[in-house]
Nanobody
């Protein structure tokens, strides 16, 4: 199995920044796309950003221009740099990945809380 360990969540004031990281371990060979999703209380889990192994990125409209996703392939690690944070960004952020030879199986981290105060 693949284990995803997230770090970097916390409390920040509106307009501030946070940097999340997620490292894949265990049977982590052949990691393909990696991404971040978030879920606020009472809302559905939504896509934040994804990045392919080749570096092609995709962002939700709500975070374009503010968030940047990146990855370090040798370390099987994905990052999310979050700038100009807004209270509506408050959510539990989840790391997600798929393996190249297992393209229909999703792996998820435990989630990390991001809270943005007004």
């Amino acid at each position: 199995q693949v284990q995803l360990v997230e770090a970097g969540g916390g409390l920040v004031q509106a307009g501030g920044s946070l940097r999340l990281s997620c490292a894949a371990s265990g049977n982590s060979g052949g990691i393909g796309v990696m991404g971040w999703y978030r879920q606020a209380p009472g809302k559905q889990r939504e896509l934040v950003a994804t990045i392919s192994r080749g570096g092609v990125t995709n962002y939700a409209d709500s975070v374009k221009g503010r968030f940047t996703i990146s990855r370090d392939n040798p370390k099987n690690t994905v990052y999310l740099q979050m700038n100009s944070l807004k209270p509506e960004d408050t959510a539990v952020y989840y790391c997600n990945t798929r393996r190249l030879w297992e393209p229909n199986t999703d792996y998820w981290g435990q989630g990390t809380q991001v809270t943005v105060s007004s």
